[in-house]
């Protein structure tokens, strides 16, 4: 028998990954390797109890535990049910949920969500700061406006399907193969929704769906981060009657501002000061998202030194406590000198006493006892 593979390697997840990871993982999967969508691929239903035993161990905080500690061993035959003495009822009631998407264990009492949609913004660190407001203006698949959704011209109605009898499902004999035994899929002729249409609507040729224009005002919080998006519940497309929309995710993009960069909740701008000023301390003007500040240069400031403007950062997005702004000072040296500044610098190396920085003394030390060796050597060699 082959060795089982590692149930988080099955499920593609990491070992920290949440519940909802796991099941999203795991939806994927078996709507992906569904033998009724791979009826020529005989690997998909291995592939599919492979997953559903990943699925049941790690769904389950007690059988995760175990499995996390001593590995396969630590589940044995718990890993996966005895779905052969289960009915067909119970197995969709278990993942009901995971085949809605598929028209499975629907019918008339399961109506699918609408589509999920995607947008994208922009905006400055400012707004980051203070929080912003956008209006998107898009087009989504809504109800028709003439058949109500219904697919069917006015005046007409929908009719059961002769196929499933209007109930949405169809049973088979096959599929799971020995695993169920029998399954229950959508029915192929009316997509399991029970009812066909008989003299479609015109304008959406029986979709029940037509394209429409929607503008919608996002509210985007203070100290979102570059590529979070917010979710407006509601804006996406629509479902099946009766059935929810889909939401629409807004994505946020933060356009680089010209001096300052973020770093978690604080901001980290890069200050050139003469070295005049880092020597003598001075007072210079900072860039903040709220203007300039002034800000006091300490007396023997070093270059790379990081200088704290408290709550001038942008705000956690979940507590709203603003960080700090982090300042690193650069020294400048000038490239030019006039004569004047040249004279005044020499003045000042003369009175310099370099032996009162104890780095330097010993790397000059270092040096002179690195040459003296050196020459001595090349002396015994006859240099």
Do not use: W
């Amino acid at each position: 028998m082959p060795e089982k593979r590692d149930y988080y390697e099955v499920l593609e997840v990491s070992k920290t990954a949440t519940p909802d990871e796991i099941k999203k993982s795991y939806r994927r999967r078996a709507l992906k390797y569904h033998p009724d969508r791979n009826q020529d691929d005989p690997e998909a239903e291995v592939k599919f109890k492979e997953a559903a035993e990943a699925y049941e161990v790690l769904s389950d905080p007690s059988k995760r535990q175990r499995y996390d500690q001593f590995g396969h061993a630590g589940v044995g035959s718990e890993a996966m049910h005895d779905f052969s003495h289960m009915g067909v009822d119970d197995i969709f009631s278990m993942f009901g949920d995971l085949f809605a998407g598929m028209g499975m264990g629907g019918g008339r009492g399961g109506r699918s969500r609408g589509a999920d949609l995607q947008a994208q913004v922009e905006i400055s660190l400012a707004e980051v700061g203070a929080g912003a407001e956008r209006t998107l203006e898009f087009r989504r698949n809504d109800f028709c406006d003439d058949c109500g959704g219904n697919g069917a011209a006015p005046g007409s109605d929908r009719r059961s399907c002769p196929t499933c009898g209007g109930y949405g499902q169809v049973e088979q004999a096959s599929g799971f193969g020995a695993l169920f035994g029998r399954m229950i899929t959508a029915c192929p002729n009316c997509k399991g929704k029970g009812t066909l249409v008989v003299d479609p609507c015109k304008r959406c040729r029986g979709t029940g769906r037509h394209p429409q224009k929607r503008a919608v005002t996002i509210q985007i919080p203070a100290g979102i981060h570059d590529g979070q998006a917010v979710r407006v519940r509601g804006e996406g497309e629509a479902g099946e009657p009766g059935a929810s929309r889909g939401d629409l995710h807004c994505y946020v993009r933060v356009a680089q501002h010209p001096f300052l960069e973020r770093h978690h909740n604080d901001l980290v701008c890069r200050l050139p000061i003469s070295f005049t000023q880092a020597a003598l301390g001075g007072k210079v003007e900072v860039p903040t998202l709220d203007g300039r500040v002034v800000m006091t240069i300490p007396r023997g400031t070093q270059t790379g030194q990081v200088l704290r403007l408290a709550n001038q950062g942008v705000p956690d997005i979940r507590t709203g406590r603003p960080g700090d702004e982090l300042v690193q000072v650069v020294v400048e040296i000038p490239k030019k000198l006039s004569s004047r500044q040249e004279e005044l610098l020499r003045e000042f190396a003369e009175s310099e006493d370099v032996s009162v920085l104890p780095e330097s003394k010993g790397f000059f030390d270092k040096l002179v006892d690195y040459f003296s060796g050196d020459d001595a050597d090349q002396q015994k060699e006859g240099r």
